[in-house]
């Protein structure tokens, strides 16, 4: 990457995070390109360099936002690559080799996380869980051979069980240890 590019790749992550700043804030409706460009100390001009609107800038926001979470698993996430391959224990993601890294990120992005919670829509929660349902869930559930009728449902409640432990985790400021949490999401998933 040579300095132009290095210099155009930061700037477009000073607004990435500038934006998340800013949906921590308020609705996305009312966030404006100003409020973008004060918060990332740039220019009008600048943003519409790199983005026609702040949907745009959304759009490649979510982007920066999965690569840090992956980015956060060290590795561990390869597994997602080979589902239809590797071990049976390998799927089963309820331990603290997935957990710790997941549980950390969120502790370190509380108020991202909270915005994501309060704002789903703008987060496309949908259309994730869509597609991690139809690349990851749906295999490992295959592999498991659990009933296809059944599969959304046991990832409903595998997803929101756990969604309501992390908000609870997070309406306490994450003042519990990563490794209690770990604890009591292990404790509440059947592990066969």
């Keep these: 990457m040579n300095k132009s590019e290095s210099k155009y790749f930061n700037t477009a992550v000073r607004m990435d995070k500038a934006l998340l700043e800013l949906l921590q804030q308020k609705d996305f409706a009312y966030i404006t390109v100003r409020e973008i460009c004060d918060a990332a100390g740039v220019n009008r001009s600048t943003f519409y360099l790199h983005y026609e609107t702040v949907s745009d800038l959304l759009e490649e926001s979510l982007s920066y936002i999965q690569k840090q979470f992956f980015t956060s698993f060290q590795g561990e996430h390869h597994i997602i690559s080979n589902i239809k391959e590797c071990s049976k224990d390998e799927l089963m993601w309820i331990k603290p080799g997935y957990l710790g890294p997941y549980l950390k990120f969120i502790r370190d992005n509380r108020k991202l996380y909270c915005a994501v919670v309060d704002h789903p829509a703008i987060f496309?929660?949908?259309?994730?869980?869509?597609?991690?349902?139809?690349?990851?869930?749906?295999?490992?559930?295959?592999?498991?051979?659990?009933?296809?009728?059944?599969?959304?449902?046991?990832?409903?409640?595998?997803?929101?069980?756990?969604?309501?432990?992390?908000?609870?985790?997070?309406?306490?400021?994450c003042e519990d240890p990563i490794e209690k949490m770990i604890t009591v999401i292990c404790n509440c998933i059947p592990q066969n």
Excluded: A, C
């Design 124 to 173: 496309q929660l949908d259309k994730t869980f869509s597609q991690m349902f139809h690349n990851i869930f749906e295999p490992i559930l295959e592999r498991f051979s659990v009933p296809v009728e059944e599969r959304h449902y046991r990832i409903i409640f595998y997803l929101e069980g756990i969604s309501g432990i992390i908000k609870e985790w997070i309406k306490n400021k």
